[in-house]
């Protein structure tokens, strides 16, 4: 098993990683890369320097500019000819000492090279005593004039480099004290992290280790920022869904053994009494163990069509049927409740509606909206069946007159086990499964279905299935 580290711990050691790698940078920049940067930025200066003095070399006001030039560039500049001896910058520069044999000699290394020589190598030792030496960049460039009568003009442009080693040194001393600092800042950004990101969630944490019982409180002291907020929201809002799957679970516990006691004490007891009492072996006392066998087979094959379904386990098996066929036959299961209790069933549909999907699921999911139906009907037993076409859809309606669903819990009455009224005036014999299984057979048909529904006046539960149109009348 991989071992793992504590967050404060990785936190501290990306920072420090993060020191160490800015840390070396800047010591690579200004240690090693100082020298080589700062004599290209001087060979540079001397040439942008020559470049600018080869612009206005026709210039009236060229002396002038030719010192603006030496000021700006930190360079010694000299331009020669026959007629011509002009220098700016300082006195004391290469240039200033150079003799006539010297001047000669990159006069004609410039020739020699296209015009325009630069030494890089020409060391200068102002102290004899000690060993400092200064580098001199030397740029020696002739400048052609367009009159053959004219004679080339000798442009020299000098900068020194001066030896960096006492700069060096104070960088090393700077990055010293740069490194003790960003320890420190280090250490105490370690602790403002750990204090405001680390303690949070290890506080969540501990909170969400009571998770599994369903309980867990939120301390506001972890809300400190928006991640936190939302893994606590989250966590919250587990901990009551748990709470309510156990409540679920108990109630499913709950129904089932009711449902199950009920069918399997009615069963037990015309057993018994037929055993006892030979005179009870009738046909309809029979009759009685067989519905209620079957009762039980139901309340099973619910079960497991639900548990079948979530798993994805269940085929649909589509194909094109009469879905008005389909509920005037499904009707025929329910004249018991029109002939007995009075129901009366209001069916509008066309002579003929063909649709494509699962014919005996949907005859399932038709079966539960009229049980339910039945079921919450309360005061006025009267369902209409409404069946039409919206679009390329068929859409079908059942609708009771009963009490209605409040509308918090509306959202709820197609979860597992939900019951939405255990207290409504007709006992339900299901285990509140039958819309939950509705509810996933629609999902795998991939069709709108839904329910409304509006206190003491009702619900209607509906749902749409595409049409065939090649056989459908109205296309």
């Given at each position: 098993?991989?071992?793992?580290?504590?967050?404060?711990?990785?936190?501290?050691?990306?920072?420090?990683?993060?020191?160490?790698?800015?840390?070396?940078?800047?010591?690579?920049?200004?240690?090693?890369?100082?020298?080589?940067?700062?004599?290209?930025?001087?060979i540079?200066s001397?040439?942008?320097?020559?470049?600018?003095?080869?612009?206005?070399?026709?210039?009236?006001?060229?002396s002038?500019?030719?010192?603006?030039?030496s000021?700006?560039s930190?360079?010694?500049i000299?331009?020669?000819?026959?007629?011509?001896?002009?220098?700016?910058?300082?006195?004391?520069?290469?240039?200033?000492?150079?003799?006539?044999?010297?001047?000669?000699?990159?006069?004609?290394?410039?020739?020699?090279?296209?015009?325009?020589?630069?030494?890089?190598?020409?060391?200068?030792?102002?102290?004899?005593?000690?060993?400092?030496?200064?580098?001199?960049?030397?740029?020696?460039?002739?400048?052609?004039?367009?009159?053959?009568?004219?004679?080339?003009?000798?442009?020299?442009?000098?900068?020194?480099?001066?030896?960096?080693?006492?700069?060096?040194?104070?960088?090393?001393?700077?990055?010293?004290?740069?490194?003790?600092?960003?320890?420190?800042?280090i250490?105490?950004?370690?602790?403002f992290l750990?204090?405001?990101?680390?303690?949070?969630?290890?506080?969540?944490?501990?909170?969400?280790?009571?998770?599994?019982?369903?309980?867990?409180?939120?301390?506001?002291?972890?809300?400190?920022?928006?991640?936190?907020?939302?893994l606590n929201?989250?966590?919250?809002?587990?901990?009551?869904?748990?709470?309510?799957?156990?409540?679920?679970?108990?109630?499913?516990?709950?129904?089932?053994?009711?449902?199950?006691?009920?069918?399997?004490?009615?069963?037990?007891?015309y057993?018994?009494?037929?055993?006892?009492?030979?005179?009870?072996?009738?046909?309809e006392?029979?009759?009685?163990?067989i519905?209620?066998?079957y009762?039980?087979?139901?309340?099973?094959?619910?079960?497991?069509?639900l548990?079948?379904?979530?798993?994805?386990?269940?085929?649909?098996?589509?194909?094109s049927?009469?879905l008005c066929?389909?509920?005037?036959?499904?009707l025929?299961?329910?004249?018991?409740?029109?002939?007995?209790?009075?129901?009366?069933?209001?069916?509008?549909?066309p002579?003929?509606?063909?649709?494509?999907?699962?014919?005996?699921?949907?005859?399932?999911v038709?079966?539960?909206?009229?049980?339910?139906?039945?079921?919450?009907?309360?005061?006025?037993?009267?369902?209409?069946?409404?069946?039409?076409?919206?679009?390329?859809?068929?859409?079908?309606?059942?609708?009771?007159?009963?009490?209605?669903?409040?509308?918090?819990?509306?959202?709820?009455?197609?979860?597992?086990?939900?019951?939405?009224?255990?207290?409504?005036?007709?006992s339900?014999?299901?285990?509140?499964?039958?819309?939950?299984?509705?509810?996933?057979?629609?999902?795998?048909?991939?069709?709108?279905?839904?329910?409304?529904?509006?206190?003491?006046?009702?619900?209607?539960?509906?749902?749409?299935?595409?049409?065939?149109?090649?056989?459908?009348?109205?296309?």
């Amino acid at each position: 098993m991989k071992k793992t580290t504590s967050l404060k711990w990785k936190l501290l050691r990306y920072l420090i990683l993060f020191a160490v790698i800015l840390l070396s940078l800047l010591s690579f920049f200004e240690l090693v890369l100082l020298q080589p940067m700062y004599e290209a930025n001087k060979i540079q200066s001397v040439k942008n320097a020559a470049e600018q003095i080869e612009e206005y070399i026709d210039d009236d006001n060229y002396s002038e500019m030719l010192f603006q030039t030496s000021l700006e560039s930190d360079v010694c500049i000299r331009v020669l000819s026959d007629d011509l001896n002009l220098a700016a910058g300082n006195m004391g520069c290469a240039l200033y000492r150079m003799d006539k044999n010297t001047i000669d000699h990159y006069i004609r290394l410039a020739k020699e090279n296209d015009d325009e020589f630069l030494d890089l190598d020409r060391v200068f030792r102002p102290n004899r005593k000690e060993n400092n030496e200064i580098r001199e960049v030397v740029l020696t460039k002739i400048i052609e004039k367009d009159d053959d009568d004219d004679e080339d003009i000798v442009l020299m442009v000098n900068t020194n480099i001066t030896p960096i080693d006492a700069t060096t040194n104070t960088l090393k001393t700077q990055i010293i004290y740069i490194s003790i600092i960003t320890a420190i800042l280090i250490l105490l950004l370690a602790l403002f992290l750990n204090r405001n990101i680390v303690t949070p969630l290890i506080k969540i944490n501990q909170a969400a280790k009571s998770l599994s019982g369903g309980e867990y409180s939120i301390d506001e002291s972890t809300n400190r920022y928006k991640e936190a907020h939302e893994l606590n929201s989250t966590l919250k809002q587990a901990s009551i869904d748990i709470q309510a799957a156990d409540q679920a679970k108990r109630d499913l516990i709950a129904n089932v053994s009711h449902d199950l006691r009920t069918p399997l004490t009615m069963i037990g007891g015309y057993g018994e009494m037929m055993r006892d009492l030979p005179g009870e072996k009738t046909d309809e006392n029979i009759q009685v163990i067989i519905d209620e066998s079957y009762r039980l087979k139901n309340l099973v094959n619910d079960l497991l069509d639900l548990s079948k379904l979530q798993e994805k386990k269940i085929e649909l098996h589509r194909s094109s049927f009469d879905l008005c066929s389909l509920i005037h036959r499904e009707l025929k299961k329910y004249e018991v409740y029109r002939t007995n209790e009075g129901f009366i069933f209001n069916v509008d549909c066309p002579d003929k509606m063909i649709v494509n999907a699962d014919e005996a699921r949907i005859e399932q999911v038709f079966n539960n909206f009229m049980s339910n139906a039945i079921n919450y009907s309360t005061g006025k037993n009267q369902i209409d069946i409404r069946l039409h076409q919206v679009d390329d859809f068929a859409y079908l309606e059942v609708q009771d007159y009963g009490e209605g669903i409040r509308e918090d819990r509306l959202p709820y009455i197609w979860d597992r086990y939900y019951k939405i009224d255990k207290e409504h005036t007709r006992s339900s014999t299901g285990s509140g499964l039958g819309l939950a299984i509705v509810k996933q057979i629609f999902e795998l048909h991939d069709v709108p279905f839904g329910v409304i529904s509006k206190e003491k006046e009702g619900s209607t539960f509906w749902f749409k299935l595409p049409l065939v149109k090649e056989d459908n009348p109205k296309e």
